[in-house]
Structures are given as structure tokens and as C-alpha cells.
């Protein structure tokens, strides 16, 4: 099958320019990427030079994959993520999940910037995936199967691993603070939401919105890996009192967010 060859190409190409066997997966959101720069002894590919790998066009997206050691672990990061607006199917969003699969990786550690739709919820907080809505009108694995990674009909019933639920919370509290905990609605963009759609979302069950993510867990389940997603919520998107938004200002939320946040993934790398 042709997308197989091509992830196995992908793969190949990778461990001909680093012999680090990662075990942890990392995909880095908007303005989240600098936790890519504490790796060390790493190797670093753009995605250009990976063999059928997308190319990341958003702002605050790098555009590389980092391997090398962070807390003591191996680890492969996304230094940025592909995106269902650009353009690309959700097939090609997920490629680099599976390419990394096949790298060595068991745990897929998955963030993003998100708007805060639960009204208990503030700018600056950062929420641990508990479960998701896919909202975005699609799924990465419609069309042929690929055998070779997974089954046909893969369960959802704990996409996001309960454990490292439990886990994040507890490195939280040893650090001094807190996480909030909810339902990540992922929505295809690259339209902000209507005041009507947020209030629908909510009443749906979602505790953050964004354009990401959901792709990536729904191919992680289906490769059998452990996931953990974390939401940087960047702004309030509570329908009834919505005001205007720009790329510009969650990028700053995201950046004051940041010493919080590698916080928590740090800790939890070194114990996963």
C-alpha cells in the first residue's frame, strides 16, 4: 500500500540522520514550541527534508522535528504541527503520528492553544484532555486501511489515557499549582467561532475549542499509544460575552502561559 511505503520512507529517513530511539512522543502547539530548545544532545530535521511529511505554514509553528533527550527520556517533538485549515487532509495531518510510531514511540504527548469556553475557566490556565468532540467534519482514518498499525474500528473509550490524567494533576499540585480538567471540541477552522456556535458547543459538552489536536488522538488510539493532551487556554470564548480575537494575542497568552507549562511537561516526562 502505497501511504504505508510512504511512512516507512519517512522512518528510514529519520534513523539515517539520528540513531536516538525515542520513546515519547511530543506534538508542540502555537507558541509552544520552545520546550523543543531544552532537549539535548538532539538531532534536528525540517520537515522538508522528510520524504512525504507536510509543511507547517502557521505562525508560531517551526517547521522541524527535534529527537534527542529531555528529563532523562528519549523523546521526538514536533517543533510545530500541521493543520486541517491549511489545506491538507486529515490523512497527511496524522502522517507524522504514525512515522513516529514506527520511530519507537508508546506515549504521545499532544498540546495546543485553546479558547475557554467553561466560564470557570481563565486566560492563563492550562487544561488537562479528559475527552474530545470531533467537530471538524472529518477523520484521519476514512479510505483505505492500514492493517499494519491497527484494526479497522479502533475504540475511543479512553483516548485520552485516565492515568496520565491523574499523573498531570499530581505534578501540577507538587509544582504549586493547579490544572483544569475538560472536553477538548476540535473544530476545523480557520474561522474564530460564532457567539451561537460556542454556546452550542458548550451545551454539547465542551470545556475548550480549538483547531487542532483531535486528529492526532483519534490516529494515536488507533496505533495503540498512551496519550496526554494539554490546552493552554489563550482567551475566553464564552458566547454571550464574546469579544474579537486575533492569532496575535493568543501567541501572547500562549508566551506569558509558557513557564507554567514546561513546567508540567518536564515533570511529566521525567515520570511517565
Request: hydrophobic share 40%; net charge negative.
Amino acid at each position: 500500500m502505497e501511504r504505508w511505503k510512504q511512512i516507512q520512507e519517512a522512518a528510514n529517513t529519520i534513523r539515517e540522520a539520528c540513531s536516538i530511539k525515542p520513546t515519547i512522543g511530543l506534538i508542540l502547539g502555537s507558541g509552544l514550541g520552545d520546550l523543543a530548545e531544552q532537549i539535548e544532545n538532539k538531532t534536528i530535521i525540517a520537515y522538508d527534508q522528510i520524504p512525504h511529511f507536510p509543511v507547517s505554514t502557521v505562525e508560531g509553528h517551526a517547521g522541524q522535528l527535534v529527537i534527542g533527550e529531555l528529563m532523562g527520556k528519549t523523546v521526538v517533538a514536533m517543533q510545530g504541527r500541521f493543520h486541517f485549515y491549511e489545506g491538507y487532509e486529515q490523512q497527511e495531518v496524522v502522517f507524522p503520528v504514525y512515522v513516529m510510531k514506527l520511530l519507537g514511540i508508546e506515549t504521545l504527548l499532544v498540546t495546543n492553544a485553546a479558547g475557554g469556553m467553561n466560564a470557570k475557566f481563565q486566560a492563563g490556565d492550562l487544561m488537562v484532555i479528559t475527552d474530545h468532540l470531533n467537530m471538524t467534519g472529518s477523520n484521519p482514518l476514512i479510505g483505505s486501511h492500514l492493517s499494519e498499525l491497527g484494526p479497522r474500528f479502533p475504540d475511543m473509550s479512553h483516548a485520552y489515557t485516565p492515568e496520565l490524567v491523574k499523573l498531570a494533576e499530581k505534578i501540577a499540585h507538587r509544582h504549586g499549582f493547579s490544572v483544569q480538567k475538560g472536553v477538548y471540541a476540535g473544530i476545523s477552522g480557520p474561522t474564530y467561532m460564532t457567539p451561537a456556535e460556542l454556546i452550542m458547543l458548550r451545551n454539547l459538552g465542551g470545556d475548550a475549542v480549538g483547531m487542532s489536536t483531535v486528529p492526532e488522538v483519534i490516529a494515536a488510539s488507533f496505533l495503540g499509544l498512551r496519550v496526554m493532551g494539554i490546552s493552554c487556554i489563550t482567551d475566553m470564548a464564552i458566547g454571550e460575552e464574546l469579544e474579537p480575537l486575533t492569532h496575535e494575542q493568543v501567541m501572547e497568552t500562549a508566551n506569558r502561559t509558557k513557564p507554567k507549562f514546561i513546567q508540567l511537561v518536564k515533570g511529566f516526562i521525567s515520570e511517565v
